[in-house]
């Protein structure tokens, strides 16, 4: 039995991998695909946050079904605002120890339904090993302890204790070495063992790790190796100058194939799954490319960070191109959306209404309706019932079912979103090349952002060697659980 690796890269996008393909700059993403098989057009899921999007990678499931929202969101029972660390200011406002209180354990212990089940769940159900490798999404049988560096700790005020869930191994950067004497504090390289950048979380440390684990004799039948730098340099420097950060991207990959002695005897070993979380879209350089939601919201009494819960009337949740705005009075809604739809920077605004979702376009008095269930099958083999104007989300009615356009699979995203909490909730997406703007949260100007149901966010490249066990085509990111469990029972691999 083959084992499995998947290499989550953040941000990794199709245009940018193409253009690095063509001008052979990334041999070890090439080779992978020139022996497996490659996809540019994976949808992931909506919030395209990482948060969200890890969710419904390691359990298969829309947000309606293992309720994590996005990486910002509102928490209607403890009446705050729940962030996973996103922006130091922000994160300073809310307080350190909340932030990293909910990214270390509420996401996984709390957040994340019981409902569901993880990879890593699943994978220990049938006899089999895992590693989680800085994964934000970590959940399964084992417990893992907690060591906090020391500037995080005092910053903290030394409130946080305790284990938290994972596979066999288990590493969050510094925070969480545990499950193997491979990769523990001793055997790191100097380089390595710093405090850098979100709390350790590094391509450098997590390709290290899954090294550790190959050359250890004992890797784990499946591992998950997380790489976040390729989104922070795209944060900056914008999706236009995205190949030279995944040329480095590249050599940490090739650096792990290399772990096998040949590269096609890593092949011959392991399947190799490589895909990213979502996609980012170039924002413009003048300050009118920020839609500043404090402006425009104005008008009503806005929750503001860290403050108590006690006349507002909203609560905002801002996920960089995309936001959850939540009425905390029953009688203000429509008011609400009245104002934002009269905003023409705002892509859509749709909330829910009866079954099904209802949905407006920023700037324009078109409006659609859709629910699940129906008449019209989409590409997916989803019915739903639709009507008004279909161009709102540029759907077309094609001989035999709906035809996405702009925003792929946005039926089941948006529902998947909205119907991810049981309060009254809008959500308010950007046009492309837009941001919004909060006090306190990071903004991109003349950089990437991601966070929309556009296809610029939404669209990743999949790549899959080693095996030619079937994927669904054409191919979501939220389907890839079921394929990594069906790897597993395929006699064949």
């Known amino acids: 039995m083959k084992k499995v690796i998947m290499l ?21 993403l090439q080779f992978l695909i020139d022996r497996g098989r490659y996809w540019p057009n994976c949808v992931t899921v909506f919030p395209t946050m990482t948060a969200s999007v890890d969710s419904s990678l390691l359990t298969g499931e829309y947000p309606d079904a293992h309720k994590v929202p996005g990486l910002i969101w509102y928490d209607p029972e403890r009446k705050e605002i729940v962030n996973y660390i996103n922006g130091f200011w922000c994160a300073k406002q809310l307080g350190f120890h909340n932030c990293i209180r909910n990214a270390l354990y509420n996401l996984n212990e709390k957040h994340l339904s019981k409902q569901v089940t993880t990879i890593f769940e699943e994978l220990a159900a049938r006899g089999k ?37 994972g596979p066999e191994v288990l590493t969050l950067g510094k925070l969480v070495e545990s499950g193997s004497e491979h990769i523990s504090e001793g055997n790191i390289p100097r380089r390595y063992s710093k405090f850098r950048r979100n709390l350790g979380v590094n391509d450098s440390y997590a390709v290290h790790a899954a090294k550790a684990l190959v050359r250890s004799g004992d890797q784990p039948d499946f591992m998950l190796v997380y790489l976040p730098d390729n989104d922070h340099t795209v944060h900056i420097r914008n999706p236009a100058h995205g190949e030279g950060s995944l040329i480095k991207v590249d050599r940490q990959i090739q650096d ?27 924002i413009g350089s003048g300050k009118e490319y920020n839609i500043d939601l404090d402006l425009l919201l104005q008008s009503f009494r806005v929750l503001q960070l860290g403050e108590p819960v006690r006349d507002q009337e909203l609560a905002v949740a801002n996920n960089e191109r995309m936001a959850y705005i939540y009425p905390l009075k029953p009688d203000i809604e429509q008011e609400l959306i009245r104002h934002l739809v009269a905003e023409s920077r705002l892509d859509i605004i749709a909330w829910k209404d009866g079954k099904g979702v209802r949905v407006k376009e ?32 540029d759907l077309t009615e094609g001989e035999e079912r709906v035809e996405y356009g702009d925003y792929p699979d946005v039926l089941s995203r948006l529902y998947g979103a909205l119907y991810s909490q049981n309060i009254p909730v809008i959500v308010t997406t950007t046009r492309p090349r837009y941001e919004l703007k909060s006090k306190f949260y990071p903004t991109h100007l003349n950089g990437g952002s991601h966070g929309s149901l556009h296809k610029y966010d939404s669209l990743v490249p999949l790549i899959v060697a080693g095996t030619d066990h079937p994927v669904n085509e054409p191919p979501r990111l939220v389907d890839m659980k079921h394929f990594v469990v069906e790897l597993f029972e395929d006699s064949r691999i």
């Open 362 to 393: 920023g700037g324009s008095a078109r409006e659609m309706y859709f629910e699940p269930g129906g008449r019209v099958s989409d590409v997916y083999g989803r019915n739903w019932n639709i009507s008004g104007e279909w161009k709102v989300l």
């Open 256 to 282: 792990l194939l290399n772990e096998f002695g040949t590269w096609d005897d890593a092949i011959d070993q392991c399947v190799f799954i490589i895909i990213s979380d979502h996609g980012q879209t170039r």
């Open 8 to 28: 989550l890269v953040d941000s990794l996008m199709p245009d940018i991998l193409d253009d690095a393909l063509r001008h052979k700059t990334v041999p070890a």
């Open 129 to 165: 090993t895992s590693a989680a490798i800085n994964a934000m999404i970590h959940r399964s049988v084992n417990k893992h302890p907690v060591k906090l560096p020391f500037p995080v700790d005092l910053a903290t005020g030394f409130r946080l204790r305790g284990d938290v869930s």
